[in-house]
């Protein structure tokens, strides 16, 4: 007999996720120094991967969160799931970047476009307190002004995570492991490996609509404002190099309006420290403010319920955010502002 659909995908996504980290442990042994990247990239890619999880974690009636994210007040982050479960979220994000190049001297103003797609997993592990999950990613960056700095990344990660049945927004410590794969674009050529371990929590407090703290007990889907905290340490392991730690702090909040309106407001703080490279310890200081409002499209427009439902239940993410990344060294530091509108639609199976 054959396997059943979601069995199909259950086994060609982990086939994928061990190959993208094969993947990375086998590229980290063989790229030059000619393809190398300057460490300024972690912190571009730190802060897309914010922008993006700013966008999954926009709450809502018909929001589906990816099963892993860096803000705290993404939807169900901390409830624990009773069955195995499938998300696939598409973004098309187009925005405005002030400095794609992140240079110290203002660098080239384009227009960014970096569309995505994200199949992510969650299950419960059996008679324990833990929710087990994983993503992969892919995703192409094309930046109008600057094509020579266009890139397509295959990403991937697996969490494994503490969660009170009793308490759906509690404390919710956990570890995580994410590898990544930088490309040429199209794919063409790998350039740059890294490997994130990740130690942290997530806890959150939900308020009712007149600002009414929620018992912890309660219910997630009566909240209508949330205040969350992020925390996390990391080492990373990155060829080219240099390798680096960091610690992460992320508050964070949101705020339902309407049943087709809602905000999310977050503050990415990062310190990371580089390995020693010729005598010279380089140390960031990261911080990225992102205002993100969400808009559902009404159901009636797609004709009914079912039909959106079948499109992905659409939204529209307006978002804005401003980088400023302060460095030991002076050629790092640098300021980037990024405006802009995401078209994101979402299965769960």
Not at 6 to 11: C, F, L, N, Y
Not at 17 to 28: E, I, N, P, V
Not at 216 to 240: C, H, K, Y
């Amino acid at each position: 007999m054959g396997l059943a659909p979601q069995a199909k995908v259950q086994r060609c996504f982990w086939r994928c996720f061990w190959r993208l980290a094969l993947c990375a442990f086998a590229g980290s042994n063989g790229l030059g120094a000619a393809l190398a990247q300057t460490a300024t990239s972690d912190a571009r890619s730190d802060a897309q991967d914010a922008r993006i999880d700013a966008v999954l974690a926009t709450p809502g009636e018909t929001a589906l969160s990816s099963d892993a994210n860096l803000f705290a007040t993404a939807p169900g982050l901390e409830q624990q799931v009773r069955a195995p479960r499938f998300t696939f979220n598409l973004l098309t994000p187009v925005f405005f970047n002030s400095n794609a190049q992140a240079s110290a001297d203002g660098g080239t103003r384009s227009v960014e476009i970096s569309p995505l797609g994200q199949l992510s997993w969650a299950a419960p592990a059996p008679d324990l307190p833990i929710r087990f999950s994983a993503n992969l990613r892919v995703e192409s960056e094309r930046l109008t002004g600057v094509p020579e700095a266009d890139r397509d990344f295959l990403a991937g990660g697996f969490r494994a995570q503490y969660v009170d049945a009793n308490a759906d927004h509690s404390f919710s410590p956990y570890l995580a492991y994410a590898p990544r794969v930088d490309f040429q674009p199209l794919f063409s050529q790998e350039i740059a490996t890294r490997h994130d371990v990740n130690v942290g929590f997530n806890t959150r407090i939900n308020f009712g609509a007149d600002f009414q703290r929620l018992s912890p007990n309660g219910a997630s889907g009566d909240a209508v404002w949330a205040l969350g905290l992020t925390a996390f340490m990391q080492r990373r392991f990155r060829e080219p190099a240099p390798a680096s730690a960091a610690i992460f702090l992320i508050p964070s909040m949101s705020y339902i309006i309407s049943e087709q309106w809602s905000f999310s407001f977050g503050v990415q703080f990062i310190g990371r420290q580089f390995d020693d490279i010729n005598g010279f310890t380089r140390r960031d200081f990261n911080v990225e403010p992102i205002a993100t409002l969400g808009f559902a499209l009404p159901s009636y427009l797609l004709g009914d319920n079912e039909t959106a439902r079948w499109f992905g239940r659409p939204r529209l993410d307006f978002q804005a955010s401003l980088e400023r990344n302060a460095s030991n060294l002076s050629t790092a530091s640098f300021t980037q502002v990024t405006a802009g509108v995401t078209l994101q639609t979402g299965w769960r199976f």
